[in-house]
């Protein structure tokens, strides 16, 4: 069985774009969720799909935003980019809920 | 909210020697608590759980015991491996809404020497 893909693997950015990073759950999986990781704040949770509906939202401003689809493929959304905007962004899935989280490599997303 | 503390790292130990890195959890309920692992350029693994108090999470060689009176997960292994190089995350999991969210401790860098 596959594994958690994202991509794309490397992203460099300038401020002021906007940035979409895509995540494909293992097959059968339907809860996507994603994390921030920095050096200074560590992991922090962003937010959490399942069958397309977002069930909570860590405390990221409105420039952070996500979907999901009807196949379970995750995306998610930064707008406005700023300096502090870069980071790792984890996705995880999972069958449901309690289940075992398992993530993905991640996407490096770098602003200048 | 709920929150995790880890020991602070870097953690630096020769091979075969005892490992402990400490973590303690302030939760309002009864969470699972969890140790992940992440190798370089990788994700998250997760290396153990632990659902109720006094349950033992084993994997690899590595345990950790649920202690609710001292609110603690301390992760533990007899002799580590150069192979055990990596960072180490405690997190707990804490629901809302029906959704599973995960609360991490700031991580702890180990190297094992030869």
């Known amino acids: 069985k596959a594994g958690v893909t994202q991509t794309p693997r490397y992203l460099i950015k300038t401020r002021g774009q906007q940035v979409t990073l895509s995540c494909s759950p293992i097959?059968?999986?339907?809860?996507v969720s994603w994390y921030q990781q920095t050096p200074g704040q560590g992991l922090q949770f962003l937010f959490e799909?399942?069958?397309?509906?977002?069930?909570n939202k860590g405390n990221f401003p409105g420039r952070f935003s996500g979907r999901q689809f009807s196949n379970s493929r995750s995306e998610m959304n930064v707008s406005t980019l700023e300096l502090g905007d870069s980071a790792l962004y984890l996705c995880?899935?999972?069958?449901?809920?309690?289940?075992?989280?398992?993530f993905g490599s991640g996407t490096q997303l770098s602003v200048l | 909210g709920d929150s995790v503390t880890q020991m602070e790292g870097p953690v630096t130990l020769s091979e075969e020697a005892f490992l402990t890195i400490n973590c303690t959890y302030t939760a309002t309920g009864y969470p699972s608590l969890f140790w992940y692992v992440q190798y370089p350029g990788e994700g998250l693994q997760l290396l153990l759980k632990?659902?109720?108090?006094?349950d033992k999470g084993s994997n690899k060689g590595f345990e950790a015991t649920y202690r609710k009176e001292t609110t603690s997960f301390h992760l533990e292994k007899g002799s580590v491996q150069v192979s055990d190089s990596a960072v180490y995350f405690c997190?707990?999991?804490?629901?809302?809404?029906?959704?599973?969210?995960?609360?991490f401790g700031q991580g702890t860098r180990l190297t094992i020497n030869p």
């Open positions: 799909y399942f069958s397309e509906t977002q069930r």
């Open positions: 632990a659902t109720k108090a006094d």
């Open positions: 995880a899935s999972s069958p449901g809920q309690g289940e075992k989280l398992f």
């Open positions: 097959s059968g999986h339907r809860s």
């Open positions: 997190a707990l999991s804490d629901f809302d809404e029906g959704a599973q969210k995960l609360v």
